[in-house]
């Protein structure tokens, strides 16, 4: 999913903080929602100018982001 056409970020719109394009609707609101054990249906309820793919944006946004922060395994000598 390119989650770059949901997620934006802006220095006037909440600290620059990523949030959902048009909204002031922050990732980390959404995740910590997701965290607590909400549904996607109940996130859109709360929020109602989401849709369910920017949901989902957030998902695999928080999913790239923390690809980028794990460390690189090494290989292991074999010998």
């Avoid at 709360?46 to 957030?58: G, H, I, M, N, S």
């Amino acid at each position: 999913m390119d989650y770059q056409q949901y997620i934006v970020r802006d220095p006037k719109v909440c600290g620059g903080e990523p949030v959902i394009k048009g909204t002031r609707v922050t990732v980390r609101t959404i995740l910590a929602s997701l965290a607590e054990g909400a549904k996607i249906e109940e996130i859109l309820e709360d929020f109602p100018t989401l849709t369910e793919e920017a949901v989902r944006a957030v998902i695999a946004f928080a999913a790239a982001s923390a690809e980028e922060d794990l460390p690189v395994q090494s290989v292991p000598d074999v010998q």
